[in-house]
């Protein structure tokens, strides 16, 4: 008999956030962050994720989405949305 062995892809998203955004109203920003905490939330059941802020490491990134799953597929619709 074969031991299936478990099998995690990862993948290291890194996102520099437009400085227009920065100039829409409040109201717009925190419905835009709402947005993109929705998604990410639809698939915390199949990817795990973690963020970290690169303020200060990186000038053309302000933040890292680190994604791990054992479906390439759940990470690359995570991606498309």
Known sequence: M???VRRDFVKYSFFKVDPAWRLIP???R???K??????LNEFS???SMSSYSMVGTRG???FLLWKV????EAINELMAR
Do not use: H, N, P
């Not at 709402?34 to 998604?39: K, L, T």
């Not at 799953?69 to 390439?72: N, Q, T």
């Open 69 to 72: 799953s054992e479906e390439l």
């Open 45 to 47: 059941d199949r990817v």
């Open 2 to 4: 074969t031991e299936q």
């Open 60 to 62: 053309d990134a302000d």
């Open 30 to 32: 925190q419905d835009s």
């Open 34 to 39: 709402a947005q993109f905490a929705e998604v």
């Open 26 to 28: 409040e109201k717009e």
